[in-house]
């Protein structure tokens, strides 16, 4: 794209949207983004929202989550104490006796900051769990965040970069041109653009299928219980076999029992309440924890678990992924680089939306 302000819709205000339009309205881009309902509503408002390039992942993926978590840092100074990560580390014992070895040898080489660590120090740095386990791995770098919080961040930064934030305003359809997209369709009428970027979360296979393109996705459900604020239990992000959960800065202690995979939860209370009382079991002063709430979300995750990222065909740009926090920095960099440069980046070549169509 070589005008000097192309004219770009975003389609989906999610932390992925709102990062690919900061990064767009930063270089200059003309970005409308348009949500159907409110921002971060989707998957991002329900995530867990751990950011890290931890465990089981090849290391070209590796690479990707590590920029990513540069990237997160990046963004902190750009927004100036707009957005806060909390980079808390992360203790993790929910892997074999092998698969710990393996982790912190291999992710270790690789350049990771991770370590195994054993009970004593276990018990050290997390004071408050009952029963800490003989060994973990230990990855000091890694953070989390408050999804939400984090998304407006993005958007109020792209807004004062000029971006246009319309709420409310579903996508129903795409106006083609010439030469490829040259626009979309909204409930509210027809909207002209010289790109459309796609990044609508599970929603996104439907729209990609209205232009013909197979997007093979899975909206897996994952549970989340989230507890009033408290004071503070722990400090690191703690994945244990069955539990996984972090302490938010504001003392909101959100928690799940696995990485999803499964139906929708039958009775997403009870599970809450199961998830309450594992906590209270596992924790020393976490007798006085009340629930909040209960969130069950839809990861959007492509048919191999990995990104798509990239143009899909001319005039449209997507981005679908699990690990969308982890990723949106990068993502949004990267794709601002690609859409307004006209460069590959090399980091996304693996992650390209045209594996699922053979081409
Ligand atoms: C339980 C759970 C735990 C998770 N844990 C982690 C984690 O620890 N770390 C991590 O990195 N990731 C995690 N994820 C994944 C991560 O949350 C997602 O990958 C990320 O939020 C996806 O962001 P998105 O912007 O692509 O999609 P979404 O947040 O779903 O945003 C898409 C937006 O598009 C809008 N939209 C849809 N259709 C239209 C339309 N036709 N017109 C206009 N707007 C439309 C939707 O309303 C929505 O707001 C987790 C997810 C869940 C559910």
Redesign the pocket.
Known sequence: MSTSAPKVIV????????SIAYHLSRRGAAVTL???????????????????ASYGNAKPYFQLRLQAMQDWRRLEQELDGALRVNWCGCLSWDLSDEELDDYAQRYAAWGYEVRLVERAEIAALEPGLIDPPARAAYAAGEG?LE?VAA?RALLTAAQTRGAELRLE????GFREGPNGLAGIE?RAGPLEAELVVL??????AG?AGQLGLHLPLEA?????MHCKPAARLFERVVEAPGLHMKQELDGRIVA?ES??GGPVPNDPEAEGARLLATIKSRLRGAEALELERV??????IPEDGLPAVGFAAAGLYL??????????PAIGRFAAQEILDGVRVELLEPYRPQRFSGA
């Open positions: 389609i989906g205000a999610g932390i992925l949207g709102a348009l949500e159907r309902g409110r921002a971060a509503g989707g998957a991002t408002a329900d995530s867990f929202a751990w950011i890290n989390t999804p998304t305003t579903e996508t129903t909204t990044t609508a979360g599970v929603e996104s729209l897996s459900p994952g549970l989340l799940g990485f999803g969130s069950v979300g839809l990861r959007p981005a679908v992924m699990h690990s969308g926090v982890t990723l949106a």
